[in-house]
């Protein structure tokens, strides 16, 4: 069994003088590279917000190419998932992830370069018979046999008992999809794999303001959260009991560089070898601009 352990993306400003050195502070084209010094693969959130283009799509492989092992997990674009999927348009929500398999998901697996595809459902996403028969239609649309891909469910609805329903368990079992394990406000943590690969996300546990942002908070968003080591241990007999091929774990809890710190007390604790490196945290508010990876 293989374990990944990185984290949701890369490009944070507020990442510098924490895990990137301050001489690296105006040259993000460099952060990348820093970046996979330490870890072997990285979550893209930025593709749920915009699709990458073709430029962006061969600087990456161009950049990777270079780093033994090294793997990218993408999330679909949220046109096709909060948009045209919650919407029932199940036809366009198709043509749409089709067009960023064909343009994003198959170079990056040519190049070997690719590690999951990520669909996060909306929270508006309900489990119906009109939403499952939307799901069945765009995963079956999707090369699921040769990539592969992961579903996180975001509506309640779709868990009983604390586990996937039935029916949408069935649907992922036999199409070879994983279904996400989270850890997270309001996200039972199911115990049922239902892929050949594990993926795993980490949003940290701030429960007051995951729904709604508190007014004069320190906090910088409902991700600014550091997992004690206790937290992470809690997990190591699952990922290690894993009976799948490949387990991923991301680390979404990116502000302030927390993500880079707990992704390598994961390792720690998984016994993994890697860079040592120091994520120097601050939890004082600061000013200043805060964006996701390009």
Known sequence: MAVLVGCSGWHYRDW?????????ARREGEWLAYYARYFTTVEINSSFYRPPGEA???????RAKAWRGFSFSLKMPKEVTH?????GDAKRAIEEALSFQRRTVEPLAEAGLLGCVLIQLSPRFENDETSLSTLEAVIDALSTKRHRHAIEFRHGSWFAGGEIDGPARTLLRSRGVANVLVDGPSFPIVSEET??????????????IWHRRKEDDYRIDRYDYLYG???????VPRIREA????VFVYFNNHARSKAARN???MMDLLGMEHREKSVRIQDQFTLGSFRHED
């Open 83 to 87: 948009n045209l999927m919650v919407s």
């Open 56 to 62: 962006q799509v061969s600087s990456w492989i161009r």
């Open 263 to 265: 992704a390598f007390q």
């Open 243 to 246: 009976k799948t091929k490949t």
């Open 16 to 24: 510098v003088g924490a895990f990137y050195p301050l001489d690296l």
């Open 229 to 235: 080591e206790d937290q992470l241990a809690s997990w």
């Open 195 to 208: 892929a050949d690969h594990s993926y795993i996300r980490f949003h940290g546990r701030n429960a007051d």
